[in-house]
């Protein structure tokens, strides 16, 4: 990264709202923006969490290359321990826990993005360690995330189990995302498997997908990790997301 | 469409025919489709020993081939819903056959019909059907059958061909672009043909072919392909086997 044309600015900065605005539209297939906790929740990152948020400014085009969402959370468990509802439950739980005046202790990513034309340019290493500084600054002991990986959507017949076991020639994992945060230091703990639920009706689904869906199965979607399960009767098609919960210990 | 620009020709009326073929094969079809065993070993029959159902729509103003037609006559006396699971394999080697043992051929089956990138959602399509009905109608058959690769199938790798051809539009026409323009020229399906082709590849030919990894065993799917490829780690080895539809055009004489 040029360290003079790339600079991280956070929700302090008064123009940040207007330019992240639509990033996350652009970034992700249509179907991602139905999840009903982001729904709910996503409005929670500035109202509570506006010191965890922060964007990746081009100085040299005037505009956000990238985005990084997190929160504090308390977990005292075990991270193997983490539960099988990722992303979903993190959220909520970060919420409950600020509302109850909970002490947290460790630091969650959310969404890790870069635009499109900005990617597969060494700027994702640079975001993440924007966001491992975050962790550090706040006194937190460990980063976790509900990883989604970036290429698992080619390979929606296999296992994310099975996924996340394939290697480089070097032994790193041979998934483009997670290998930056292993190359970054970070642990694999398991696979979540029910991170994201999406819900949506036969016509909601065909149109985020453009895809018909005239009797009920199994259905391939561009873009997600699993097939999608529709139910014609009950007029409701339903894509479960795995993630991969990733630790990074920080010094 | 402009009628007068596009003219119907032979493979003798063109000195590169078959490499304008070739061009338009590359582009239409993902790499795979190129590595059926059967197509590879017999294409070179269709010029052959069936030139006359070979065909190609040249554009006249960019002097260029726009569309290929090709086609073969064999010998069947059953019905045509008798028609055998193994289609488009099946048929070539079966018109080759019967025209090495002088079986005189009652019948022409398509064999491909491919339009140029740079010419689809023209109306070229249905112009190329009445193209080869009329080569069948000219040798006195009263059938043209195609074991038809529905090609929005590969949006829908999971649903089982003989659902898939189930579904209509609401004009009550079928679903798939493909089987609705031989359906809108009068055709009607017979049955799926669940083994019309069969690509067999080693894991790294298979990865050359589609930039997919296959470290393991199983189900894999592939763009472009109708239903998904199954890959055997043990055996070095990966199989997608393409269902095709047969269906029948009447030629009125």
């Given amino acids: ?251 | 469409m402009n009628t007068s620009r596009f003219q119907i020709i032979k493979p003798g009326d063109l000195p590169d025919y078959r490499n304008q073929e070739g061009g338009i094969a590359d582009s239409s079809w993902p790499e795979f489709m190129l590595h059926d065993a059967i197509a590879n070993e017999y294409w070179h029959e269709l010029f052959d020993r069936f030139s006359e159902y070979q065909f190609a729509l040249l554009d006249t103003e960019a002097n260029r081939m726009a569309a290929m037609g090709n086609s073969l006559p064999f010998h069947w006396e059953a019905d045509v819903s008798e028609l055998p699971e193994g289609g488009w394999d099946w048929v070539f080697v079966k018109a080759v056959e019967d025209h090495r043992n002088a079986i005189k051929p009652n019948i022409q089956s398509a064999i491909q019909i491919a339009i140029h990138p740079d010419y689809q959602n023209q109306g070229l399509s249905s112009k190329m059907v009445q193209a080869m009905r009329a080569i069948g109608a000219s040798k006195g058959f009263r059938h043209l059958v195609a074991p038809v690769r529905p090609n929005q199938k590969s949006k829908y790798p999971l649903i089982s061909i003989d659902d898939y051809i189930t579904w209509t539009s609401e004009e009550g026409l079928p679903f798939d672009a493909w089987l609705r323009v031989h359906a809108r020229a009068g055709a009607k399906i017979i049955k799926p043909c669940h083994e019309a082709m069969i690509i067999r590849g080693t894991r790294a030919e298979w990865e050359a072919w589609t930039g997919l990894k296959f470290p393991q065993s199983g189900q894999y799917f592939i763009p472009g392909a109708l239903n998904p490829m199954e890959m055997n780690i043990e055996k070095d080895k990966g199989v997608y086997v393409e269902p095709n539809v047969w269906m029948e055009h009447r030629i009125e004489e």
């Avoid at chain 1, 409005?43 to 990746?56: G, I, K, P, T, V």
């Avoid at chain 1, 098609?237 to 991969?244: K, M, R």
């Fill in chain 1, 1 to 251: 990264m040029h360290k003079d044309r790339f600079q991280v600015i956070t929700p302090a900065h008064s123009d940040y709202r207007d330019l992240v605005r639509g990033l996350t539209k652009e970034v992700w297939p249509e179907f991602m923006l139905h999840d009903q906790v982001a729904h709910e929740l996503w409005h929670e990152l500035l109202d509570r969490f506006a010191e965890y948020q922060l964007a990746l400014f081009d100085n040299e085009n005037r505009r956000v290359a990238g985005m990084a969402n997190s929160f504090p959370l308390k977990w005292e468990n075990s991270l193997e321990n983490l539960p099988e509802d990722g992303w979903d439950w993190a959220f909520h739980e970060a919420v409950n826990n600020h509302r109850l005046g909970a002490i947290p202790n460790v630091h969650c990513a959310i969404q890790i993005v870069l635009r499109a034309e900005y990617q597969s340019q060494g700027l994702s290493a640079p975001m993440l360690e924007a966001v491992r500084a975050v962790t550090k600054s706040h006194g937190l002991q460990a980063l976790i995330i509900p990883i989604r990986p970036s290429e698992k959507h080619k390979y929606p017949l296999t296992s994310l189990d099975h996924y996340i076991t394939w290697k480089t020639e070097k032994n790193l994992p041979l998934d483009a995302w997670l290998r930056v945060h292993v190359h970054a230091g970070a642990r694999i703990i398991k696979v979540c498997h029910r991170s994201k639920v999406i819900r949506g009706t036969r016509s909601e689904w065909e149109k985020w997908t453009g895809l018909q869906f005239p009797q009920s199965g199994t259905y391939i979607i561009d873009r997600a990790l699993n097939p999608m399960e529709m139910n014609i009767e009950k007029d409701e098609g339903v894509y479960i997301e795995p993630n991969v919960w990733v630790a990074h210990k920080i010094e």
